[in-house]
């Protein structure tokens, strides 16, 4: 990966602002821009002392890294070939972050405009416009509109854990039968993501199981599958520093003209904003309204209950989104889920999901498997 290149963008951006610093948390956004892996899996906070100022502080000249010294010492051996050119371990006695404000003073920080990305920290925040004085913006963009162009290296990886997705699904299915609990399933699906090289999954997946004894929708799942039930899957896995995000459906049993007739709407759905990427320039709230009508001249707008999907890469959420009120225009290298579904509850839950690339002359589906009706014997 080229980070001086994505620093330099970065720079430039800041430039154009008159930022005299960007700030950066331990995150998947500090990873693309130098190179030093993120800290912590991105759903999940954890409580060390001085790990909220953890990330880079990226100035003209500069790429520090702030790392509290316990967590340190298990990424300061790993720092060639990253972008940074000063690493600052903060001692496990400073709970007040001067470390963190003694080094941000020697750069001549105080009084400054300084741009941070949107998750950084309110400690941090409130450090910058209390003890420097500075001017504190929200600057976001700069890097979301770096993060949302793969390159070709991205892309590759992308492709390969696409492929992992659709294996591990492939996998799985002979779990799928009655009596079989959903936590077991869950539990082998991530095992299934590391047996084929994914560090961990890219966010807490899920088996949306519906019929009419299920538990809540979303959420931890104790429930057994029976007869009469749909599995909807929706799962992913962190590849290299990339994350994947995938969703099929499977019938328990025969499913009726109803469940027939919603899996045909969901395929066409997300088909219909697919194929009009071809069409030429696309937004976001385009292929969303593309999808949701398709779903409204049907008649059951109201069980199509989220957006139509998110950019994806280093975060399985990113910017921009498929979703009212984006009008971004999707741009080749862009890659992006597109994931309708229909939800009633204690009747079904029936979605697609793939991982789409957005090309010169349309789009490319990075997963392959199988959208065909899948019935396994109840």
């Known amino acids: 990966m080229d980070y001086q290149r994505r620093i330099a963008a970065l720079r430039a951006g800041m430039a154009q602002r008159g930022l005299a610093a960007y700030l950066v948390p331990a995150d998947a956004s500090m990873e693309y821009l130098s190179g030093v892996k993120r800290v912590y899996r991105n759903y999940t906070h954890m409580r060390q002392n001085c790990l909220e100022l953890a990330g880079l502080v990226i100035t003209p000249e500069q790429v520090l890294y702030f790392i509290p010294r316990l967590t340190g010492m298990g990424t300061l051996p790993f720092l060639e070939g990253t972008a940074v050119t000063k690493a600052v371990s903060i001692p496990d006695p400073d709970l007040t972050g001067e470390t963190w404000l003694r080094e941000l003073k020697t750069l001549g920080l105080s009084g400054k405009h300084i741009g941070v990305n949107r998750d950084i920290r309110a400690q941090a925040v409130l450090m910058l416009q209390n003890v420097l004085e500075a001017k504190v913006t929200d600057e976001s963009d700069l890097v979301d509109s770096l993060r949302a162009i793969k390159d070709e290296e991205e892309i590759a990886l992308m492709r390969k854990n696409a492929e992992i997705a659709d294996q591990v699904y492939h996998e799985i299915m002979p779990m799928i039968r009655p009596g079989e609990r959903v936590r077991s399933i869950e539990r082998e699906i991530e095992r299934r993501f590391e047996t084929h090289g994914c560090s961990c999954p890219s966010f807490p997946g899920e088996c949306i199981v519906l019929g009419p004894n299920s538990g809540p929708i979303f959420g931890m799942n104790y429930d057994k599958i029976e007869k009469g039930y749909t599995v909807a899957f929706d799962f992913g896995g962190m590849y290299q520093g990339y994350c994947s995000d995938f969703g099929r459906t499977v019938f328990?049993?025969?499913?009726?003209?109803?469940?027939?007739?919603?899996?045909?709407?969901?395929?066409?759905?997300?088909?219909?904003?697919?194929?009009?990427?071809?069409?030429?320039?696309?937004?976001?709230?385009?292929?969303?309204?593309?999808?949701?009508?398709?779903?409204?001249?049907?008649?059951?707008?109201?069980?199509?209950?989220?957006?139509?999907?998110?950019c994806i890469?280093?975060?399985?959420?990113?910017?921009?989104?498929?979703?009212p009120g984006e009008h971004t225009v999707l741009k080749p290298g862009m890659t992006f889920t597109v994931e309708p579904s229909i939800v009633v509850v204690r009747r079904c839950c029936i979605r697609v999901e793939d991982v789409v690339l957005r090309t010169e002359t349309g789009y490319e589906c990075l997963n392959r498997i199988t959208k065909d009706i899948v019935v396994v014997e109840a």
Request: charged letters at 25%; one cysteine or more.
């Open 313 to 323: 890469g280093k975060d399985v959420h990113e910017r921009p989104f498929l979703a």
């Open 252 to 310: 328990v049993g025969e499913p009726d003209r109803e469940l027939v007739r919603y899996h045909e709407l969901v395929m066409k759905a997300q088909l219909d904003a697919m194929e009009a990427l071809k069409s030429g320039e696309c937004t976001g709230q385009m292929l969303n309204d593309i999808a949701h009508g398709v779903m409204d001249q049907a008649g059951i707008g109201a069980h199509f209950i989220h957006r139509l999907g998110h």
